[in-house]
């Protein structure tokens, strides 16, 4: 019997630790966090590289593709900075290009996908920032095409330097 007031009065007291806890802690509660492993890449933004995640696209087929998941209701979402994909011939070590990152007005971990094609001739170069890319594509040797698909990607570490 003692056992059982014992065991009882320390379940109390761990609930009643928690809800203090709980109730000094700014914002809403969203329960105890876990942790889990998921791949995360790299993208360059203005000449550094951030780490991001891929959890969420548009596209049935990039979704099994990718292993994420399938959200069709991301494609009603419009205005989104661009997530800049090479497809066909890059150069070596080409990776996403955003056009924005976290600390920046237009920042959203929400991406409208474009796709870039290097024309036929034309020397891939590392590409490492929307401005960039821009440029190259005025001197006519990059292509862009809207590749009508969003991407939940968001970037959870922002690089540093060039």
């Not at 928690?18 to 109730?23: G, M, R």
């Not at 550094?48 to 979704?63: C, I, P």
């Not at 997530?83 to 011939?89: A, H, N, R, S, T």
């Not at 920042?107 to 190259?136: C, F």
Request: charged share 20%; glycine share 10%.
């Amino acid at each position: 019997m003692r056992s059982s007031i014992i065991l009882v009065a320390g379940a109390t007291l761990a609930i009643a630790a928690t809800a203090v806890n709980a109730a000094t802690t700014a914002g809403p509660i969203m329960g105890s966090a876990k942790a889990t492993s998921r791949p995360a890449f790299q993208g360059y933004y203005d000449g550094h590289k951030d780490t991001y995640l891929n959890t969420d696209v548009s596209s049935k087929s990039e979704a099994a593709m990718m292993q994420v998941n399938y959200s069709a209701r991301l494609a009603t979402i419009k205005n989104l900075p661009e997530i800049y994909l090479v497809e066909g011939k890059a150069a070596p070590g080409q990776l996403a290009v955003f056009g924005s990152e976290p600390g920046k007005k237009d920042y959203s971990p929400l991406w409208s996908e474009t796709i870039l094609t290097w024309k036929a001739g034309a020397r891939p170069v590392l590409l490492t920032s929307d401005t960039q890319i821009n440029a190259v594509e005025k001197k006519g040797t990059l292509t862009e095409r809207d590749g009508h698909v969003v991407l939940n990607c968001p970037i959870i570490k922002v690089g540093k330097g060039g």
